[in-house]
Nanobody
Framework: QVELVESGGGSVQPGGSLKLSCTAG???????MAWFRQAPGKEREYVAS????????DYADFVKGRFIISRDNDKNAIFLQMDGLELEDTAVYYC??????????????WGQGARVTVSS
C-alpha cells in the first residue's frame, strides 16, 4: 500500500500559482503533516507543516506569505496552495507525517513527489 501520494505539480511562469494535494494512508491518521521539497542538486528541505486539527501551521521563511498549507481529515488529504511562485521554487514537492509541527524529519517512506517547475 502506497502511503503518501502527491499530485498537482506542473509548469508555471514566475508569479503563477499551483495547488498541490497529498493523500495520506491510514497509518498517518492523527499525525501532523508537512510538505518538503527537493530542488535539483540540493538536499530535501522543509516547507510547511500543519497540526492534526489544522489550527497550528508553520512555514519556512522562504515561503511565508506566499504558500498556505491546509488539510481535510475526512479525505485524508493535505494541500499546499502556492502563490507568487518564484524560479527558486522549482523542485519536487513531497508530503510526509511529522512528529510535531516545525519538525523537519519525515516519518514515513517518501512518495514519488509532485514536480513543480517555475520558468519564464
Amino acid at each position: 500500500q502506497v502511503e503518501l501520494v502527491e499530485s498537482g505539480g506542473g509548469s508555471v511562469q514566475p508569479g503563477g500559482s499551483l495547488k498541490l494535494s497529498c493523500t495520506a494512508g491510514r497509518t498517518w491518521y492523527g499525525y501532523p503533516m508537512a510538505w518538503f521539497r527537493q530542488a535539483p542538486g540540493k538536499e530535501r528541505e522543509y516547507v510547511a507543516s500543519i497540526s492534526w486539527s489544522g489550527v497550528i501551521t508553520d512555514y519556512a521563511d522562504f515561503v511565508k506569505g506566499r504558500f498556505i498549507i491546509s488539510r481535510d481529515n475526512d479525505k485524508n488529504a493535505i494541500f499546499l496552495q502556492m502563490d507568487g511562485l518564484e524560479l527558486e521554487d522549482t523542485a519536487v514537492y513531497y508530503c510526509n507525517a511529522v512528529a510535531h509541527t516545525t519538525s523537519s524529519t519525515g516519518l514515513g517512506s517518501w512518495g514519488q513527489g509532485a514536480r513543480v517547475t517555475v520558468s519564464s
